[in-house]
Each structure stands twice: as structure tokens, then as C-alpha cells.
């Protein structure tokens, strides 16, 4: 059985050509920077096995038990765990000027957001005038909402990039199990980080490394002509991002109400939590110079089937005896 991976998952270079604007094929355009490949060492895959008499989930696969190939060739495994760990989640909130008329609708919808999803690790960092952080680790709701309430309007533009990188960083210091996830409530107004380009294709890099799934929720502002305006640096980031983490992007105008597609990425969260729940994510390397072929997976346990798939999404395949991926990240 063949799967085919998302062509984002194996380079930076490898978004689609339709995709209009983003901060990748234009600002790369205009300063004739080469774009950077993200880590080929480092991929992963999802199993799922079960019991063939009773159906039963397995839940204690091992490094040795599983065996990854790509055309013939034997990769490293170098991890096998349960998928199902704990969200650490990282808001990013625009709070600059152009998207202060919508600040109390902010607060308001990600108190909502916060209340679908309980007992998750939640890290609160506002962009403007540059990222500061009101919660960091917080899993008690009433120490976040005293960072939303603490959280106040900042200068004329935000760090948008600047304030992905802190995140980045955060999450890089969190060395146990976790499935990262960034959450960005941004409007359309200018980004002033600095570095913009190489510090976006650098963190994009991690991100992909680390398996950080990035939603985006973008404000416009409902102006006469605003269909024929530049795109901002905000929304080029959601896509590139929602297409390279298999997350999403959605937008509103600026000033309505944020409950209904704050409360799609919570339900989307929660999905992929329940998708990941009888899961293995399966880590191996590959060398960079290997041409680009087809995974085989096989699990040696006796007695048991699995479902393979690159993104872990249940539905995309069943086995009974050795997978096949198509360049799995």
C-alpha cells in the first residue's frame, strides 16, 4: 500500500507553485537569498497496531520491533513512542495598535478557546512593541486569565517573525514528551522583526523539526478595496506555515467576533488528539544524499496488523503485511 506525503514535509522548497504570495517565494525574490532546505536527517511516520485475534490497541512498541526501509535500504530507527502526549500550546496575539480595535474580542474569544481546551499546557506571548510573554506553563485557567487580562496594547507595529522564534525557543527547552502546537491571532499591520527572512526560514526549519503543528487566525480590516491590497507579511507566514505543519489559516474581519474560528482550531486540536490516541510515532534518519524513494515499514511483533501513514491520519491507510510511504518526513 502506498502513502503519499504532503510535498511540504521534505523541504522548504517544495510548496506548491500556485501558492501565490509568500514570505518565502517573494521576499526570497527580492534580496536573491537561496532558500535553505529544512533538516533531511530527522523524519517521522505514525503506527498504528493491533491485536489480529482480539483487536486490542498496542501501546508498547519498541525501537527493535520496528524495521524502516527506503527503496532497500535499512534506516536507523532511533525512537519509537506512544503519539499520545500532552499539547504544549503557544499563543502569539497580535496587541499593536492596527489590531486594537478588536483587543477586547481577542480576550473574549481566547477565553473561550482556553475553556474547550482543559488541562493543557498554555503559554501566552503578546508581539508588540516586541514579544513579551504573560503566561508561561500556565495549566490552571485562572493564572491565564490573569495573563489575558494583564495583556495590553502595545506600539504601531508588531514582531511577528521575532515573536515565532521566542516561541520556537520555548518550546526547544522543553526536552521531555509534548506534541507543540503555536496558535497566531494576528492582524494585517506591519511586522518590524528583525532578520525578517533568514530568521523566518530558520524557524520555519525548527518548527518542522520539532513537529510543531501551527494555526493561524488572521484579522482584516473591512476596508473599501481590501480584496486588491498587498498581502502582509502575517498572512504569507500562515500559509507558508498551515501548508509546511499541516495546520490551518482562516481570517476575519477586524473587530467580529473570534469565538466560532478560535473554536474550530480548539476542535481541530482536539482532533488530532484523538488521531494520535492509539498511535506510535516512529522517528528515524535518513541520509541526505539518499535519492528520494519509497519507506517500507515492518513491524515484527507475531500476531499483530498496523496502519501506516506519514501524518497520522487513520484513514489513509490498512496493512497486513509491510507498508509503503512516499518520502515520509
Given at each position: 500500500?502506498?502513502?503519499?506525503?504532503?510535498?511540504?514535509?521534505?523541504?522548504?522548497?517544495?510548496?506548491?507553485?500556485?501558492?501565490?504570495?509568500?514570505v518565502?517565494?517573494?521576499?526570497?525574490?527580492?534580496?536573491?537569498?537561496?532558500?535553505?532546505p529544512?533538516?533531511?536527517?530527522?523524519?517521522?511516520?505514525?503506527?498504528?497496531?493491533?491485536e489480529?485475534?482480539?483487536?486490542?490497541?498496542?501501546?508498547?512498541?519498541?525501537?527493535?520491533?520496528?524495521?524502516?526501509?527506503?527503496?532497500?535500504?535499512?534506516?536507523?530507527?532511533?525512537?519509537?513512542?506512544?503519539?499520545?502526549?500532552?499539547?504544549?500550546?503557544?499563543?502569539?496575539?497580535?496587541?499593536?495598535?492596527?489590531?486594537a480595535?478588536a483587543?477586547?474580542?481577542?480576550?473574549?474569544?481566547?477565553?473561550?478557546?482556553?475553556?474547550?481546551?482543559?488541562?493543557?499546557?498554555?503559554?501566552?506571548?503578546?508581539?508588540?512593541?516586541?514579544?513579551?510573554?504573560?503566561?508561561?506553563?500556565?495549566?490552571?485557567?485562572?493564572?491565564?486569565?490573569?495573563?489575558?487580562?494583564r495583556?495590553?496594547?502595545?506600539g504601531?507595529?508588531?514582531?511577528?517573525?521575532?515573536?515565532?522564534?521566542?516561541?520556537?525557543?520555548?518550546?526547544?527547552?522543553?526536552?521531555?514528551?509534548?506534541?507543540?502546537?503555536?496558535?497566531?491571532?494576528?492582524?494585517?499591520?506591519?511586522?518590524?522583526?528583525?532578520?525578517?527572512?533568514?530568521?523566518?526560514?530558520?524557524?520555519?526549519?525548527?518548527?518542522?523539526?520539532?513537529?510543531?503543528?501551527?494555526?493561524?487566525?488572521?484579522?482584516?480590516?473591512?476596508?473599501?478595496?481590501?480584496?486588491?491590497?498587498?498581502?502582509?507579511?502575517?498572512?504569507?507566514?500562515?500559509?507558508?506555515?498551515?501548508?509546511?505543519?499541516?495546520?490551518?489559516?482562516?481570517?476575519?474581519?477586524?473587530?467580529?467576533?473570534?469565538?466560532?474560528?478560535l473554536?474550530?482550531?480548539?476542535?481541530?486540536?482536539?482532533?488530532?488528539?484523538?488521531?494520535?490516541?492509539?498511535?506510535?510515532?516512529?522517528?528515524?534518519?535518513?541520509?541526505?544524499?539518499?535519492?528520494?524513494?519509497?519507506?517500507?515499514?515492518?513491524?515484527?511483533?507475531?500476531?499483530?496488523?498496523?496502519?501506516?501513514?506519514a501524518?497520522?491520519?487513520?484513514?489513509?491507510?490498512?496493512?497486513?503485511?509491510?507498508?509503503?510511504?512516499?518520502?515520509?518526513?
Amino acid at each position: 500500500m502506498a502513502f503519499m506525503m504532503p510535498p511540504c514535509a521534505a523541504s522548504l522548497r517544495s510548496a506548491p507553485r500556485a501558492r501565490r504570495f509568500t514570505v518565502l517565494a517573494v521576499l526570497l525574490a527580492l534580496w536573491g537569498l537561496p532558500p535553505t532546505p529544512a533538516d533531511a536527517q530527522s523524519r517521522r511516520l505514525y503506527v498504528q497496531a493491533f491485536e489480529r485475534g482480539t483487536g486490542s490497541i498496542v501501546t508498547d512498541l519498541g525501537v527493535p520491533e520496528v524495521i524502516v526501509r527506503e527503496d532497500g535500504v535499512v534506516l536507523p530507527v532511533t525512537d519509537v513512542r506512544p503519539a499520545n502526549l500532552p499539547t504544549k500550546l503557544v499563543v502569539l496575539v497580535d496587541n499593536s495598535r492596527t489590531a486594537a480595535r478588536a483587543f477586547d474580542r481577542v480576550r473574549d474569544g481566547l477565553r473561550g478557546f482556553f475553556d474547550r481546551l482543559p488541562n493543557q499546557e498554555v503559554s501566552l506571548l503578546s508581539l508588540s512593541p516586541q514579544p513579551r510573554w504573560w503566561v508561561q506553563g500556565a495549566i490552571g485557567q485562572e493564572e491565564i486569565d490573569a495573563g489575558l487580562r494583564r495583556m495590553e496594547v502595545g506600539g504601531r507595529s508588531m514582531r511577528l517573525i521575532d515573536g515565532l522564534a521566542e516561541a520556537n525557543e520555548w518550546i526547544a527547552e522543553d526536552t521531555g514528551p509534548h506534541r507543540p502546537v503555536i496558535v497566531i491571532v494576528a492582524s494585517s499591520g506591519r511586522d518590524r522583526s528583525a532578520d525578517r527572512t533568514e530568521r523566518f526560514l530558520d524557524t520555519a526549519q525548527e518548527l518542522l523539526r520539532r513537529g510543531v503543528t501551527v494555526h493561524s487566525l488572521l484579522m482584516l480590516p473591512p476596508a473599501p478595496g481590501s480584496l486588491q491590497r498587498r498581502v502582509s507579511v502575517a498572512e504569507a507566514v500562515g500559509r507558508d506555515l498551515e501548508n509546511f505543519t499541516g495546520g490551518s489559516q482562516a481570517t476575519i474581519f477586524l473587530g467580529s467576533r473570534l469565538e466560532d474560528p478560535l473554536g474550530d482550531i480548539a476542535s481541530r486540536i482536539v482532533q488530532r488528539n484523538r488521531e494520535l490516541s492509539s498511535q506510535h510515532e516512529v522517528r528515524y534518519e535518513r541520509p541526505e544524499d539518499l535519492p528520494r524513494g519509497q519507506i517500507q515499514v515492518d513491524v515484527l511483533r507475531l500476531g499483530v496488523r498496523y496502519m501506516v501513514s506519514a501524518n497520522g491520519k487513520l484513514a489513509e491507510s490498512a496493512g497486513r503485511g509491510a507498508a509503503r510511504i512516499s518520502n515520509a518526513r
